[in-house]
Nanobody
Framework: QVQLVESGGGLVQAGGSLRLSCAAS????????MGWFRQAPGKEREFVAI????????NYADSVKGRFTISRDNAKNTAYLQMNSLEPEDTAVYYC????????????????????WGQGTQVTVSS
């Protein structure tokens, strides 16, 4: 069982930055791929970024590529999402998720492939 707790959300002006953190319980954090997803009001949840268990692979949604950076520190059992040049369209609840993938065969940006989810953190970008 893995428990995920997000933090770092808040209100920021357009063009600003935020860094989200996702703290995970357990001692095998490196066996999990991590993903960030978001859900805006009235919209379905969508993929934002993913990172492999080792941190060697990352992928991003086109809408955030070049502005957001996903990373992880396996010694601290924490994943991060650095968000720069924020836009009002980035306003959403951001969720981190963990995908059990010790062999690197389940690397995926599909939310149905993720086994554990955090409670979400609100990010609001004002224009």
């Amino acid at each position: 069982q893995v428990q995920l707790v997000e933090s770092g959300g808040g209100l920021v002006q357009a063009g600003g930055s935020l860094r989200l953190s996702c703290a995970a319980s357990g001692r095998t954090f490196g066996n999990y791929g991590m993903g960030w997803f978001r859900q805006a009001p009235g919209k379905e949840r969508e993929f934002v970024a993913i990172i492999s268990g080792s941190g060697g692979r990352t992928n991003y949604a086109d809408s955030v590529k070049g502005r957001f950076t996903i990373s992880r520190d396996n010694a601290k059992n924490t994943a991060y999402l650095q968000m720069n040049s924020l836009e009002p369209e980035d306003t959403a609840v951001y969720y981190c998720a963990a995908n059990y993938d010790p062999w690197g065969t389940r690397y995926s940006n599909t939310e149905g492939h993720y086994d554990y989810w955090g409670q979400g953190t609100q990010v609001t970008v004002s224009s």
